[in-house]
């Protein structure tokens, strides 16, 4: 298959974990004859130091014309505490979801047997362990209206506003995709919402109510986000398809790398309506950045989810094999090392990954 992927490796560990991403991809494409090129892109605190603007139309276009975008990173301590900045990394994240449409971000929470200890909770609440949250990307608070902190005369104080809008159709396509991913795995959906309290949540329930009649197959239940926050650690392997609003998915999966040991390990996809974005769940770890140590499987684990999107299942799965292999083998980056274990870093576990695959 010939590929055009747009790599925008972003701040923070993003180039570092790029770089390996980008090394395990190619390996895979040379055992299965893909021709694949790679167009790189800036994006984040690094296109606002060049350009002024973190998500550049010129990246804006080659994402277009890609088939593929994979994402590391965006971030900069230098904005974190400054709530008056104009213009921040993070906002070219927003934008790219925006404008390419990524309304269905697909993140999938799964363990290994060798790293349950790596949880905070006990291995045999987290031991099998295996769902994925499908949380809605372009909607919600995240872009509804909103009135940044300033001066109220009527009430003589600084007031500030977000709006968390949802319209019937983006809560009918989202809950689609949770459906489709459901009847592929245990046919189990949770809804999850407020709808004891947000009217948001209301419309969210009142469309699934509907939908669930043309899906008698999967078995549908509604959870509210407090009580889904604590089932999640309390059994979670209760859960197998969650569908959820923008805010509430963002929160909830930070909490699910929890069950997995370590944000490192996290991939995910985001779809929609134009080129769909590969991209681990974490975040840029300004102060891991340069110092050979975050972990690169959830952007490599990213890389597997690019394949398989293109029905490129063996290739993932050599992608898979391949992660199990290095962590069985102790070929692990300092947060889940085990003791005494020997030392690798970035560069030296995705050079193990590309000498697997290149041999097996
Ligand atoms: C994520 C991140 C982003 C989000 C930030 C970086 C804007 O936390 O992808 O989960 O809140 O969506
Ligand atoms: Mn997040």
Redesign the pocket.
């Known amino acids: 298959m010939k590929l055009k992927i747009a790599v925008l490796a972003g701040d923070g560990i993003g180039p570092e974990i790029m770089e390996q991403g980008v090394a395990v991809m190619d390996a895979v494409a040379r055992k299965f004859g893909h021709d694949i090129s790679y167009q790189e892109a800036l994006c984040g605190a690094h296109a606002i130091d060049e350009t002024g603007d973190p998500f550049p139309e010129d990246t804006f276009r080659i994402c277009q014309e890609s088939d593929a975008v994979l994402f590391a990173?965006?971030?900069d301590p230098k904005y974190d505490n400054d709530p008056t900045a104009k213009v921040r990394p993070?906002q070219g994240?927003?934008a790219m979801r925006k404008k390419l449409g990524l309304f269905a971000?697909i993140r999938p929470v799964t363990t290994f047997d060798c790293l349950v200890h790596k949880s905070p909770l006990k291995d045999d609440i987290v031991k099998g362990a295996d769902f994925i949250c499908i949380r809605e990307?372009t909607g919600g608070m995240?872009f509804g209206k909103k009135q940044e902190p300033a001066m109220n005369a009527s009430i003589g104080t600084e007031d500030a506003l977000d709006t968390n809008y949802y319209s019937r159709p983006e809560v009918e396509r989202i809950l689609k995709v949770a459906y489709q991913y459901a009847r592929q795995r245990r046919r189990h959906l949770t809804v999850v919402d407020k709808a004891n309290v947000l009217a948001s949540s209301r419309l969210w329930r009142k469309v699934a109510q509907e939908m669930m009649t043309d899906y008698p197959d999967v078995t549908t239940d509604f959870m509210y986000v407090d009580n889904a926050a604590m089932r999640m650690i309390q059994e979670p392997t209760f859960f197998d398809v969650i569908v959820t609003e923008?805010t509430f998915g963002?929160i909830l999966?930070?909490e699910g790398s929890c069950i997995t040991g370590s944000m490192g390990l996290l991939p995910?996809a985001s779809t929609g309506t134009s080129t769909p974005v590969f991209?681990p769940?974490h975040?840029s770890w300004p102060q891991g950045k340069g110092l050979n140590i975050a972990n690169p499987l959830a952007q490599i684990l990213s890389v597997a989810m690019l394949y398989e999107y293109f029905d490129l299942k063996e290739e993932g799965a050599m992608i898979r094999k391949a992660v199990q292999a290095s962590l069985d083998a102790n070929v692990r980056t300092p947060e889940i090392q085990v003791a005494g274990g020997a030392k690798y870093g970035t560069k030296e576990v995705g050079a193990w990954l590309v000498d697997y695959i290149n041999n097996n």
């Open positions: 990173s965006v971030g993070e994240l927003l971000n990307l995240y923008n963002d999966t930070d995910s991209e769940i975040g």
